[in-house]
């Protein structure tokens, strides 16, 4: 093994050039023959320890060509944003300095720096400086997490600490979701005890937002899980009305903003998110369109009291002056130093250059739309952020023309069912994505429709 970082780092830089200067010419979902050449990673764990110079490079040798373009400007599967460069390189460093900011104890500077970024966090999106703020790996735990400090509060107003009695025996607790909740807002509320099955699910607009009329009669001890952009079609719930009718029975407001309050940031959107604000907790993602690298999750919760009762943890070798220690506000206790690349992320990009990237994937996201309703697809959502459901022909003609778009390497996408329709479903979220990556893709898919419908 060699004992200098130089030699590897260096490698590793240059490597990680060479695949970025190539990212967006390469095949955006990798070739079969890339794919397959996966296969030269199935070795034997070997005995003795190999070069890590000749190790880095089958991994940028193999691995690199088998990735999807995620960092390049036309891939727009899933919600998945690129990395930026300041956020890419400050992540390094971080790793570099390899700290887990779970109290000052353990690193006073990703301790620092990640309050810093809490802070931002908190004003860029508008939310109450006085909220407490988690950083998880993903959306999925900053939802379990908000829910959790929901849990706490609800059943400590009936005299029930849920942390040291568990839920056997315990005041129940209504949760009301959306018929459009995302799977991972079912699967915290599986791992919370609350059971996904056990919800009630409120019936949703032609655009997948939550129809206020439905939410059912509120009390003190029920959960409303609203949605700050659907995974398809981008829509928001009318969460400041469900907010001021949730503040009437005292229930607790719960939004799933894992791309979409990034929306919050632009003007055009504001009645969009009209009193979201009143809302008590909120999960949302730094890896999706704030573009930080994976993984970055943040929660944020109005009472930063229930946050740290439902997740706070003591021991005496940590210091007990109640000094704010991220390990608190969240389920990790170890963990990477994550605010380091949210703090670099919005410190290079200002709150300007965070709105124009925003308002650039919305403007994108319609040109798209446009476009394809141009070469006769039908647009099955109302573009109102920067997602969008396509459709045209049968469903094996959609497949046909999916999988002649992935064969020409220019851009991807994916299959969904939305309102019981087929469609394309189009994220347009990197911060790399200009109007001629759009054009090029409206190119890519005629030549496709060209081939398996014909003009
Ligand atoms: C609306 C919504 N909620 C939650 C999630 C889960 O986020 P993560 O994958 O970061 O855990 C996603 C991810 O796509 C999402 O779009």
Redesign the pocket.
Known sequence: MDKTYEKDLLTSAGLAQDYLAHVLDMPVFPSARARAGLSAFDEALPECGKDSTETLELLHRVGGPATTATTGARYFG???GGTLPAAAAANWLATAWDQSPSSEMNSPAAVKVETVANRWLLEILGLPASSGVGM????????FTGLAAARTALLSRKGWDVEVQGLYGAPEIKVVVSEEV????EKALSMLGFGKGRVTRVRTDANGAMLLDHVPSLDDMTIVCT?????NSGAIDPIGAIARKAEHAGAWVHV?????LWGKLLEEHSALFEGIEQAHSF?T?A??WLNTPY?C?VVICHDARMLQQAMATVAPYFREDGAYAPKDMVPEFSRRARGVEVWAALRTMGREGVAEIIARCCANARRFANGLEELGFSILNDVVLNQLVATIGTPEELAAIRAHVEASGECWFGPTVWKGKHGIRISVSSWRTMEADIDRSLAAIAAAKQAVIGE
Not at 136 to 143: F, R
Not at 182 to 185: G, L, P, S
Not at 256 to 260: E, L, P, R, V, Y
């Open positions: 899933f919600v998945v998880t790996t993903g959306a999925t735990m900053a939802n995302h799977i991972t807002v949605q700050a952009g659907n995974v799933d903003g894992a791309f979409g999960a993602d890896h999706k993984d999750g």
